[in-house]
């Protein structure tokens, strides 16, 4: 058996994974954010453990006798996330998460103190990145800054709970903008424009490698043998790509989360900034990727459907009953998805939500449509951006939270034209990841492992449906850019 950690935004989420690949069992545990200040997102990593902890709590009591055989754990986690701790390993303050935009002013003080950034890190500067969160840190909280002894991402936080060792891998370091992506290690040029050095980084194995083994301790605690290997383990998107069998240059993913990911495997380091298209390490040695992200997605209509007062699935449903497609594609308000600004194409962390075109007769269905298309054509500009960078893409895969909708998949489709699968299992996302991670740090074979889910949709895009939406595209980025003053 396999066990999956996968440390999201909003919930800590576990699996378990037989021999033959098959999911056993899932728990999760619920998170919440805290936002002290406008554009502030941060979280307490004790809170994280406890949520493990209690995650694992409901997985031994539903499976003991699977979780008991378990031999090899994999950790996903969200990206970017600044965890300091001093010289005992005390967190120093709150995680400062990857959806904070309080370091905007640092990411122009790190481009140029670091002349070769984006040569090196592949990427431009962004509030979302590790290095100008300590800058940040640097400048506004010296006396922290001074006593920071290890600089930890989030899964690699809950692994120094795990086995007591200070790792990463480098899928998740390279979104710290201190990796040298392509030689696949930490770049003391870029930890030295923020005043750090390698003392204060976490070793690097790759994702499929053993990191260390559980605790003694912790292992008795939860009935496990004395050997658990824990895997090097990943980012979440590329968790996630290994849990849909995203190996081979060209395969991709869109991942409907908190976030909404494009994302696509290369065999090299092909980094592309001026789009703000993401070039990373993907979670196999000699794989990297490209990615595209966009900052709100399936939060989007989770915040549509508090404001209303309805659950998603009511919404979706009113939707399918009053579908007037025509009518709708046409006119209904047009939505910009960008609740905590964004980053591709546009790195613009002020970057506003917005109903556009409401009038009288504008239904509650009207606006549910009208999300639903936001965030598609807000993955049409991050498809649009990849492909200035030279990356064709004719089929993608769709994991996380809103693949479950098939309405926002079809719609997906035809606004992208390309074809969108659903397989089965697809919520699984990073956790599926992490658990084969840990199954390949145990001995298995990637070909063995990270095998295609079984298909459970396929959706073609309709080419009448993608004119009909052609110009409501035209006036979606328009509109960005009017209220931009471009």
Known sequence: MFLGIDLGTSEVKLLLLDGSGQIVGTAGVALSLSSPQPLWSEQNPDDWWQATQAAVRQLRAVHPAAFAAVRGIGLSGQMHGAVLLDDSDAILRPAILWNDGRSHAQCEQLTAAAPRLHAIAGNLAMPGFTAPKLLWV???EPETFARVASVLLPKDWLRLQLTGDKVSDPSDAAGTLWLDVARRDWSDDLLAACGLTRAQMPRLVESNQASGVLKPELARAWGLGPEVVVAGGAGDNAASAIGIGATRPGDGFISLGTSGVLFVVNDRFSPNPASAVHAFCHALPTRWHQMSVMLSAASCFKWFSQLVGHDEAALLAELAR?????????GAPLFLPYLAGERTPHNDPFAPGVFHGLT???????CTYAVLEGVAFGLADGLDALRAAGTQVHQLSLVGGGSRSHFWAQLIADVLQVDIVLHTGSEAGGALGAARLGWLAC???????????????????????????????VRFRDLYRRLRGA
């Open 138 to 140: 640097k400048q506004h």
């Open 322 to 330: 009053n579908d007037s497609a025509v009518i709708r594609e046409t």
């Open 360 to 366: 009288a007769q504008t239904t509650r269905a009207d």
């Open 443 to 473: 001995g298995g074979a990637v070909d063995t492992v990270c095998t295609r889910p079984p298909v459970a949709a396929l959706f073609s895009p309709d080419p009448q449906r993608h004119a009909r939406l052609a110009p409501r595209l």
